[in-house]
């Protein structure tokens, strides 16, 4: 079986596997897991709009009426945490763009429109003007959290880039492309590699400096950081047509690709000192495999077929060392790190790579439903 077939064989055994599980998860949401099975927990973190964001994929490529259902039925908890206010960071981006965008675009669903646009309206209100970015974590103007932002949140922008074509209001494409910039300039180093997160002034906006928080150390490479840099520099580039965006996710592509191991499955950090531990991240190269195949798609100077076969390569690794085949499994791929410092997810299924992994299969074949571009 050569590389394409096997990338359409692992496509069908993945649909097959998520028809066969996601009712046993109710209204629950799948995070990490263990042992075959997924850890389930309420709609209270970061992670829940990517179980909506799969169920939509698959039902994107299936049309199993079930599978719509199913996340239907998981949008009113997503309401509840903007009435409710729960943990609300710059992540509304991921949460709604992979919920209630998702099933606005799959059903013409008005009320689902509705609430994707009020988490942009939420998300919008996080854009600091002093410094230009939109802040991470924290209340806004917090003490400890108001000046930071996090390479993460290019993956946000979509939410707001959207919003502002869907409503016509230039606030939320300007704040979305100021933050871009600002990424671009300070989190991107001048090697292609990212900073986690990084600090400015909140009266003044002046640039204080890198400062990791799930990277080995502050001028380390986290990689599932510089995944998200490949991935949202490329969606940025798709929304505003800068070129600079578009070089920046090449940039960022590049050096992802140079810094991985000989295997191809990324540590959890790319420049680990040898006394380090060397856990796999399975999730980050399944998102910088979707993020390469966004490069393949846009006019990147002749290079098109070079990322095509980056992302092919990266999931040809996925199938080779992270694939689940135990019969029984719930989750698609293994060996994610989500947060090593903690001993969160270390090695462990993880539902974000899971995402990324079945949306780039389906990119592969030309039949992804696009939750994060125009």
């Known amino acids: 079986?050569?590389?394409?077939?096997?990338?359409?064989?692992?496509?069908?055994?993945?649909?097959?596997?998520?028809?066969?599980?996601?009712?046993?998860?109710?209204?629950?949401?799948?995070?990490?897991?263990?042992?075959?099975?997924?850890?389930?927990?309420?709609?209270?973190?970061?992670?829940?709009?990517?179980?909506?964001?799969?169920?939509?994929?698959?039902?994107?490529?299936?049309?199993?009426?079930?599978?719509?259902?199913?996340?239907?039925?998981?949008?009113?908890?997503?309401?509840?945490?903007?009435?409710?206010?729960?943990?609300?960071?710059?992540?509304l981006g991921f949460l709604f763009s992979l919920s209630a965008r998702a099933q606005w675009q799959c059903t013409a669903d008005d009320p689902a429109r509705v609430?994707?646009?009020?988490?942009?309206?939420?998300?919008?209100?996080?854009?600091?003007?002093?410094?230009?970015?939109?802040?991470?974590?924290?209340?806004?103007?917090?003490?400890?959290?108001?000046?930071?932002?996090?390479?993460?949140?290019?993956?946000?922008?979509?939410?707001?880039?959207?919003?502002?074509?869907?409503?016509?209001?230039?606030?939320?494409?300007?704040?979305?492309?100021q933050h871009a910039e600002t990424s671009r300039r300070w989190l991107l180093r001048p090697d292609g590699a990212s900073y986690h997160t990084y600090f400015f002034d909140q009266e003044s906006g002046k640039p204080l400096g890198p400062r990791t928080?799930?990277?080995y150390a502050d001028d380390s490479l986290w990689a599932r950081g510089q995944a998200w840099a490949v991935h949202g520099f490329a969606v940025a580039a798709e929304w505003c047509q800068e070129q600079r965006f578009l070089d920046a996710s090449q940039l960022a592509a590049e050096r992802?690709?140079?810094?991985?191991?000989?295997?191809?499955?990324?540590?959890?950090?790319?420049?680990?000192?040898?006394?380090?531990?060397?856990y796999r991240d399975s999730s980050a190269a399944a998102i910088a495999a979707a993020g390469m195949l966004r490069l393949a798609q846009l006019d990147a100077g002749g290079r098109e077929a070079e990322y095509l076969g980056w992302a092919q390569g990266l999931l040809d690794s996925l199938l080779s060392h992270c694939f689940e085949t135990y019969p029984g499994a719930q989750y698609l791929l293994r060996n994610a790190t989500v947060h090593a410092h903690k001993g969160w997810g270390v090695e462990e299924p993880f539902i974000c790579g899971d995402y990324f992994f079945l949306e780039a299969l389906l990119m592969l074949q030309g039949r992804a439903p696009d939750f994060w571009g125009p």
Not at 33 to 40: D, E, H, T, V
């Open 256 to 278: 992802f690709m140079a810094e991985l191991p000989a295997d191809g499955v990324p540590t959890w950090d790319l420049r680990l000192p040898s006394n380090a531990p060397r």
């Open 1 to 91: 079986m050569n590389s394409r077939e096997r990338l359409v064989a692992a496509l069908d055994a993945s649909l097959e596997r998520i028809s066969q599980y996601h009712r046993t998860f109710g209204a629950r949401f799948p995070t990490m897991g263990k042992m075959g099975l997924y850890q389930l927990a309420p709609n209270d973190n970061w992670l829940a709009g990517f179980w909506t964001g799969l169920l939509w994929l698959a039902y994107g490529a299936t049309e199993d009426e079930d599978l719509c259902a199913h996340a239907r039925e998981l949008l009113p908890s997503f309401q509840e945490r903007l009435d409710y206010r729960i943990h609300i960071t710059h992540d």
């Open 213 to 215: 928080h799930q990277g």
């Open 115 to 177: 609430l994707a646009l009020r988490a942009a309206e939420e998300l919008v209100q996080r854009f600091r003007d002093p410094g230009c970015y939109i802040q991470a974590w924290g209340e806004i103007a917090d003490p400890e959290e108001g000046g930071r932002t996090i390479i993460d949140a290019m993956m946000n922008l979509s939410l707001l880039f959207w919003a502002s074509r869907e409503t016509g209001d230039p606030r939320y494409q300007q704040s979305a492309q």
